[in-house]
T-cell receptor, first 113, second 115 residues
Framework: AQSVTQLDSQVPVFEEAPVELRCNYSSSVSVYLFWYVQYPNQGLQLLLK??????LVKGINGFEAEFNKSQTSFHLRKPSVHISDTAEYFCAVSGSRRDKVIFGPGTSLSVIP | GAVVSQHPSRVICKSGTSVKIECRSL??????MFWYRQFPKQSLMLMATSNEGSKATYEQGVEKDKFLINHASLTLSTLTVTSAHPEDSSFYIC???????????FGQGTRLTVV
């Protein structure tokens, strides 16, 4: 079975500063990894995904994440955040079934003007 | 990308009534659909997996008689919350995929409020 840990439940950051949202996973099988964003009162939007290949994955809105198998991590980064990045961010994992997604507890990113 | 539509986006119902939520894949055939529940300020918890034409598989702790799932066609799955109570108030999200190996596409969610 897979599980996901997001150590930071809330991350406040000033506008134009860099941010890193941490994600660690556990799995007994090869995994697929995802980051989703949820804006207030909205559904989910896929930011980026790691399926195979290059461990550095670039997504939408200037976000990127790096898959580190030895540390079982998939941290999300952005070099300069905007107010519009304020949202809930979910790290997620799936195993042999890529479509069956298990979500982490989420990290609330608040960008301070 | 593929589009998954959920309807309604918001619903308010009286305690004791039943509510049906629809999840449709608009431009692809979804052999598998998943239903998630999200409590306020919490993560999404997988409730069940439904495969077209067969019974849904429920996650541990989810009452199958409470949350009825029907996946009668390759483009439609429904979740019916029966005899709803205020504690059933939540955000329900579905996802659809073409099956094992396929990617999941999420709907926009349905906010259910039971009064």
């Amino acid at each position: 079975a897979q599980s996901v840990t997001q150590l930071d439940s809330q991350v406040p950051v000033f506008e134009e500063a860099p941010v890193e949202l941490r994600c660690n996973y556990s799995s007994s099988v090869s995994v697929y990894l995802f980051w989703y964003v949820q804006y207030p009162n909205q559904g989910l939007q896929l930011l980026l995904k790691y399926l195979s290949g290059s461990t550095l994955v670039k997504g939408i809105n200037g976000f990127e994440a790096e898959f580190n198998k030895s540390q079982t991590s998939f941290h999300l980064r952005k070099p300069s955040v905007h107010i519009s990045d304020t949202a809930e961010y979910f790290c997620a994992v799936s195993g042999s079934r890529r479509d069956k997604v298990i979500f982490g507890p989420g990290t609330s990113l608040s960008v301070i003007p | 990308g593929a589009v998954v539509s959920q309807h309604p986006s918001r619903v308010i119902c009286k305690s004791g009534t039943s509510v049906k939520i629809e999840c449709r894949s608009l431009d692809f055939q979804a052999t598998t659909m998943f239903w998630y529940r999200q409590f306020p300020k919490q993560s999404l918890m997988l409730m069940a997996t439904s495969n077209e034409g067969s019974k849904a598989t429920y996650e541990q702790g989810v009452e199958k008689d409470k949350f009825l799932i029907n996946h009668a066609s390759l483009t439609l799955s429904t979740l019916t919350v029966t005899s709803a109570h205020p504690e059933d108030s939540s955000f329900y999200i579905c996802s659809a995929s073409t099956g094992v190996g396929g990617r999941a596409f999420f709907g926009q969610g349905t906010r259910l409020t039971v009064v």
